[in-house]
Nanobody, 127 residues
Framework: QLQLVESGGGLVQPGGSLRLSCAASGRTLEYYAVAWFRQVPGKEREGVSC????????DYADSVKGRFTISRDNAKNTVYLQMNNLKPEDTAVYYCAVDLVTVQLQCVMTTADFNSWGQGTQVTVSS
């Protein structure tokens, strides 16, 4: 059974950087698309970024394009989200998720397409 554990969150000042990690155990990630989502209280979970199984295709929400970079290291069974130039509006709980069912030729960032989720890591951007 796949287990996902996010880490790397924390408190950072505006303009700062964080790198989130999504470490998988129990199953290899190499065949599956992975995405990062985020959620703030009272709002729906939104897609931030996604990456295909091969890593050849990625996508980003408009709000993070040019600032966030998703990558994966299949040898380490881990997916990363490098977040630069962080803004207060990036404050949220960040979740990684895996699509174990379909082969995503172009990755997607819709919650309904992902069926395995981590517990989340808090990111707070504040001065």
């Amino acid at each position: 059974q796949l287990q996902l554990v996010e880490s790397g969150g924390g408190l950072v000042q505006p303009g700062g950087s964080l790198r989130l990690s999504c470490a998988a155990s129990g199953r290899t990630l190499e065949y599956y698309a992975v995405a990062w989502f985020r959620q703030v209280p009272g709002k729906e979970r939104e897609g931030v970024s996604c990456i295909t199984a091969s890593g050849g295709r990625t996508d980003y929400a408009d709000s993070v394009k040019g600032r966030f970079t998703i990558s994966r290291d299949n040898a380490k069974n881990t997916v990363y989200l490098q977040m630069n130039n962080l803004k207060p509006e990036d404050t949220a709980v960040y979740y990684c998720a895996v699509d174990l069912v379909t082969v995503q030729l172009q990755c997607v960032m819709t919650t309904a397409d992902f069926n395995s989720w981590g517990q989340g890591t808090q990111v707070t951007v504040s001065s």
